[in-house]
């Protein structure tokens, strides 16, 4: 059973906040207020005081969050409380709802929380609530949500055409692209200094469906916020474009209006058929095409890649390796990451591969020489 509270009163509200999940925290913590607690034994401390509390993770956090709440659930035993109720979000909920519950969370909104977290807290403060895995309603306009604390990025556009069997983006925030309008960004990023943004690929916003650029949607934007007289980054961190996106068009508008040294794109895969088996949607011509269109506009690669996919061989990780030897020719930087099967996603069920020795030994040196980076090496121990 779940405690619930059911007296109309003023809740107290209690939020999570990590390194890891400022993004997700800032865009929920100003619809319904509440004390952020960064410190875990300050929020223990103050556990007596709080009605709800609000977790958001990554499926990479499931093991430290574990950890809190068996810590919380013992105190609220020993110290014999009700409160606070738990309530979960994010893409490890997301994914796995009922693992999250089985963790002890009492709730877990699955999606979009901005409409649904709100309107729980308040069905809560009245009545019972049954339904312990709510599907949370999307926002269809995100310019309706324009509190950001604590400040991070802007988030300009939300949802993924595309079908990458690894990402949990389409399934959390659907195919649907949305954008924040020019007007409402140009006004958000008043209070920033450096300006970045969050969007699954930075070059589709304006884009209807988000499938090809939309160039003057494009340069209105950067226009208007290279007025703003600031650092603009784009198309770099803390998000990055599709490969095929990187076109004469649209890398002469990062050059006329940006700051960047560098252009973020995932290749994943240096193998055309891995990349068709992880519905990827470009090829590596894509790839090669965008590396020296960066090289072209002097803007530095940085490019992403993924080693052991389910069904991955051999033959696919020299291709990749090949391609990382291009890049690395060209003086880009390359982030190479180890497979993690994600919740909520095609390949959920799926075991990495093992990688082979020569696969180790030639990232174990290119990455001893400062040449790729990343957390493959970790991710490997782990699984
Ligand atoms: S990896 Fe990028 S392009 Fe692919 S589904 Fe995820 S967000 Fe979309």
Not at 68 to 90: M, R, S
Not at 274 to 294: E, F, P
Request: proline share 5%.
């Amino acid at each position: 059973m779940c405690p619930i509270s059911n007296t109309n009163r003023h809740f107290n509200i209690g939020f999570r906040l990590t390194s890891k999940n400022r993004y997700s925290i800032s865009k929920l913590y100003p619809l319904i207020g509440g004390i952020l607690f960064k410190n875990f034994n300050e929020l223990i401390n103050n556990i007596e005081h709080l009605d709800v509390l609000i977790y958001s993770f990554m499926t990479m956090q499931r093991d430290n969050v574990l950890e809190e709440i068996n810590k919380i659930i013992q105190t609220k035993k020993e110290k014999e409380l009700e409160n606070p109720i738990l309530i979960a979000g994010g893409p490890h909920p997301s994914g796995n709802p009922k693992d999250t519950i089985n963790m002890g969370f009492d709730y877990v909104i699955v999606g979009e929380g901005e409409i649904t977290l709100p309107r729980l807290i308040n069905k809560l403060k009245k009545e019972k609530v049954e339904e312990r895995i709510i599907i949370g309603e999307r926002v269809r306009n995100l310019d309706e949500y324009n509190k950001i604390y604590p400040m991070t990025p802007i988030e300009i556009t939300r949802g993924c055409p595309f079908n990458c069997r690894f990402c949990q983006t389409p399934q959390i925030f659907g195919k649907d692209v949305r954008h924040r309008s020019i007007e409402n960004i140009v006004k958000l990023v008043k209070n920033m200094g450096d300006l970045r943004f969050i969007t699954p690929n930075a070059f589709c916003y304006g884009s209807k469906n988000g499938l090809k650029p939309n160039i003057e949607k494009l340069e209105h934007l950067l226009r208007e916020l290279s007025k703003i007289k600031r650092r603009l980054f784009f198309g770099t961190f803390p998000s990055e474009v599709r490969p095929e996106f990187i076109k004469k068009e649209t890398i002469e508008l990062v050059v006329k209006y940006c700051d960047n040294k560098y252009l973020h794109f995932g290749a994943q895969s240096g193998s055309d058929e891995m990349l068709k088996y992880i519905r990827r949607g470009h090829t590596v011509d894509d790839v090669l095409n965008a590396i020296d269109l960066c090289v072209e506009y002097n803007l530095i690669p940085k490019v992403d890649f993924i080693f052991g996919f389910p069904n991955e061989n051999e033959f696919h990780r020299k291709e990749s390796i090949e391609l990382i030897k291009y890049i690395i020719k060209k003086n880009g930087k390359v982030h190479a990451h180890y497979f993690m099967p994600l919740p909520g996603t095609y390949f959920e069920n799926s075991s990495p591969t093992l990688l082979d020795k020569e696969t180790l030994k030639i990232l174990g040196k290119l990455s001893q020489k400062g040449l790729i980076s990343g957390s493959w090496g970790y991710q490997y121990m782990k699984c």
